[in-house]
């Protein structure tokens, strides 16, 4: 039996990117128009944001857990989080969540490991570049990495909470990230994890000086294959 897939969503486009990836590769395994059945709840990105700005990591937690409370009712066996910034709080959340869980930045390093990719720079909100959800993961792959320094952070914030997440591609903002990614080349970097679900609609493998690791859709690849193990 295929697994049913619990999406607790964040923000629009990232789960929208997420979803639409699940149902569209899905047919590779399944067949023509198949994917497994999946149950998505939103709370609005409102309620996330007064948490996050106020760093109160419990309150984006008890969200995050509503949310897989209302999926599992509907009959999902795992969950999966399209959004990066509040894995933050996922430790929180695994205590008290009635399903498993798929942790986007762990299947992100796994992907990085297995490509042979010794040091990567890490793209998001400056919530998620300046905490520990990647790095830990990293580190336990032995994979270093690197993040822009503190304007490029806040640039790189600005765009997306101004402009990504509401669906606004603008070519100056491609343009930034894409001398973000120059410089962290520079420092070393041989890939760029764009850990903002939102960044794989402005910055493509095309766009980028360097390999890109899309969270995305590497998340969304590991729900199909849990969903079909």
């Not at 990591?57 to 969950?79: P, Y």
Request: hydrophobic share 40%; glycine share 6%; charged share 25%.
């Amino acid at each position: 039996m295929v697994k049913h897939i619990g999406i607790v969503a964040c923000s629009s486009e990232g789960a929208a990117l997420c979803y639409r990836t699940i149902c569209l590769e899905g047919a590779k395994f399944l067949g023509k128009h198949a994917h497994p059945e999946i149950t998505m709840h939103n709370h609005p990105l409102s309620e996330y944001m007064k948490y996050i700005e106020v760093g109160d990591w419990n309150g984006v937690a008890e969200l995050m857990v509503s949310s897989a409370k209302k999926v599992a009712k509907a009959g999902a066996e795992f969950a999966i989080c399209p959004d990066n910034t509040i894995h933050r709080a996922f430790d929180f959340v695994v205590e008290k969540s009635l399903i498993p869980w798929l942790h986007i930045a762990e299947e992100v390093a796994n992907v990085a490991k297995q490509n042979g990719y010794r040091c990567v720079g890490i793209l998001g909100t400056k919530y998620l570049m300046e905490s520990q959800v990647y790095p830990e993961k990293l580190d336990r792959v032995g994979i270093e990495y690197k993040i822009p320094e503190e304007k490029g952070r806040e640039q790189i914030n600005k765009i997306i909470f101004d402009e990504l997440v509401k669906g606004i591609f603008k070519a100056q903002s491609l343009n930034y990230f894409v001398e973000v990614i120059k410089k962290l080349e520079k420092e070393g970097c041989d890939a760029v994890v764009l850990g903002c679900t939102e960044i794989p609609l402005i910055v493509t493998p095309e766009s980028s000086p360097l390999p890109t690791l899309d969270s995305t859709r590497i998340l969304a690849r590991a729900a199909l294959k849990k969903a079909l193990e």
